[in-house]
């Protein structure tokens, strides 16, 4: 099996998948992404995740270059190329690249990344009979944070 990865209309083996290092998605964490789930082929809830990252990229003004149902197509098409049933998939989105700097308006294009591959689930011991875990009494997310519903990359 030859993993495929979609980037901005483009299928890559994963081998050959790159994007800029002045991507301001990697230098800046300027971009949103959704993490889902395909099982027998059919991508869970596909239609919310992209309701949800569209939201997101709103949020932060960022212009997705496509439509919700041209990019539920790319993911479909990714994971069929990918030869998967049951899959991880990574949506990304980022604001593409640009020069070192914050401004926005000073990037390319919009980049779209989709990463199908097979899942990693945990050991069945982990299921059958739990694990130690710990709460932390630190408070996560500040009142004036952005809401912690927008998946952004930052």
């Known amino acids: 099996m030859s993993l495929q990865i979609y980037i ?3 299928f890559y083996a994963k081998e050959d998948a790159k994007i800029s290092v002045y991507d301001h998605g990697l230098l800046y964490g300027d971009g949103v992404f959704e993490g889902m789930r395909s099982y027998a082929g059919v991508v869970f809830r596909l239609a ?3 309701d949800r990252l569209y939201n997101s990229a709103k949020a932060i003004c960022l212009q997705i270059p496509m439509t919700a149902e041209a990019l ?6 990714t994971i069929k190329r990918s030869q998967l049933s ?3 998939i990574r949506l990304l989105v980022t ?3 640009g020069s070192l700097g914050l401004d926005p ?3 390319s294009d919009p980049q ?9 689930l945990y050991p069945t011991e982990y299921y059958e009979n739990g694990l130690e875990i710990i709460t932390a009494s ?3 997310n500040h009142p004036a944070a952005l809401s912690p519903r927008i998946k952004s990359l930052n």
Do not use: Q
């Not at 539920?72 to 098409?77: I, L, R």
């Not at 779209?112 to 990693?120: E, F, L, M, Q």
């Open 8 to 10: 901005n209309g483009k």
């Open 48 to 50: 919310e995740h992209l």
């Open 72 to 77: 539920g197509e790319a993911v479909n098409e």
């Open 86 to 88: 049951d899959a991880y």
């Open 95 to 97: 604001r593409g690249a």
């Open 105 to 107: 308006n000073r990037t």
């Open 112 to 120: 779209v990344i989709i990463i199908a591959d097979k899942i990693s």
């Open 138 to 140: 630190t408070i996560r």
